[in-house]
């Protein structure tokens, strides 16, 4: 992404692209743009720029192969006989317009807000809920969902799940309290925490496992998780607990 300076109509413009310097590319004009899109609505879900036969190709990312062989699809070229710079400003161009006219693109690169942006608020103290991606609430009707309620028993064989902590700070601090923190004093905090529950668990003859073993029941996590993550652990045979929760019913102030 980088800032594109313009002159419009007698007034200079400020806009973001994530084309290169012309200098980058290819001048050759041999580039398209093309677009794939549902027979039956119309509906485009996919614009791209290319050259040769790449236009026809379905060997895309999951998300693209599963629309794109699930659904009656075609694929168009839209404008050709182009350099690369001029096919990457036109694809950007039609993306935009789609975006604005409320299209739902799958593309993941884009100048606007895309289908793989989470949207979710962090509060303190506030267990945050599984947010399913725009993608998957428009194509697949995938609900946000909620951690599990915490079955003691199955407590009692857990694991922390481990991941990014980044972005995570405002469940734990108060907004002064975040502001005075950097992401290693944080990661410290958090792993604190885990080493408080796990000692509450043990004094309730139950184990923390280092590993995702046999004998785990239930997964713990500190901070955010995406749907499809959170179904993924379900179909394994875990309950999946927040590490909020955990700590309320351990009698745990952050």
Known sequence: MRIKLGFEKGKFTISRTTVPDEDTLKKDREYYVYEWFFVESGQVFYVGKGKGD???SK???IEFKRLAYLHKSDVRIVKDGLTEKEAL????ELISKYYYNGEKLINRVTITPNMYETKQKLEYKKVPYIESLPIEKH???VPDMQFDPIDEEKL???FFIDHSVYGNEPLYYSDAETRERDVVG???YIKELEQRVAEKIVERSGRVYKSKAKAVK???VQGTILADSFV???EQGYEVYHLLDVMKLLGIEP
Do not use: C, Q
Request: hydrophobic content about 30%; proline content about 0%; aromatic content about 20%.
């Open 156 to 158: 009692k064989a857990t």
């Open 89 to 92: 400003e036109y694809e950007e």
């Open 59 to 61: 060997d895309r990312g």
């Open 232 to 234: 993924m652990l379900k």
């Open 139 to 141: 194509y697949y009707n």
């Open 218 to 220: 239930s997964i713990i």
């Open 54 to 56: 790449r236009y026809k």
């Open 186 to 188: 944080f990661k410290v």
